[in-house]
């Protein structure tokens, strides 16, 4: 399947990841431990994610003397956008990593028959001035069938942000999803942590971990 390896598709192989997995995809593990595996997978795909943002050199006095050093360059502003409400167990860690960041919620639920995003909520602005110099980076632990996912691209392609500017978060993909994001948008970046076998009829997953939102937030009926 060559949109599968496209190099823009990069699955995080990290021996924490494959650790973290399968604490998450245990249905047995309480909610706690759900949580703090989720973080800690967010926290190394983030740092992926944004392993090339511009630096801008600078000179600082240490207590001994003055050095060269480099800073997060301010020529481009940083916004992480959870997709709801899975994505903020991502942008909570994003936010940590990269405290000056702009956190822009998109809330959007599955229509359960035809599995299309119903829009909810956006909080981003009608407008953005300079949006070539805004890096966008979107959040959602579960990239499926892909739908959300592609409408949080459009949104943001629409209102400007270029391409080459965003990058598309997930811990867990479907191929369906992965294929959707790169044929429509072949220069997307997408950081996964794994790809899985597929979906099943009622668009989970599989073997996947069930459904994050309820996993995270506790409203998982056993
Ligand atoms: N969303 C989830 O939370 N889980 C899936 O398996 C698919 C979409």
Known sequence: MTTLNN??????????????????????????????????????????????????????????????????????????????????????VASEIIPDAS????????DEQTLEPVWYYDKTPVKYNDPEHIKVFILDPMLATGNSAHAAVSLFLKKGILIENLVFISILSAPNGIELLTKDFPYLKIITAKIDEALNSRGYIVPGLGDAGDRLFNTFEK
């Open 7 to 92: 190099k823009n598709v990069t699955v995080v192989n990290h021996p924490l990841c494959e650790h973290n997995l399968s604490v998450i995809r245990d249905k047995n593990i309480n909610s706690d431990g759900f949580k703090n595996s989720m973080k800690r997978l967010a926290t190394i795909l983030v740092l992926e994610a944004t392993r090339n943002l511009p630096l801008k050199e600078f000179t600082v006095q240490t207590p001994i003397t003055t050095c060269k050093t480099n800073k997060i360059s301010d020529e481009y502003k940083i916004i992480f956008a959870p997709i709801l409400r899975a994505g903020l167990a991502i942008s909570d």
């Open 103 to 110: 956190i822009q919620h998109v809330g959007m639920y599955r």
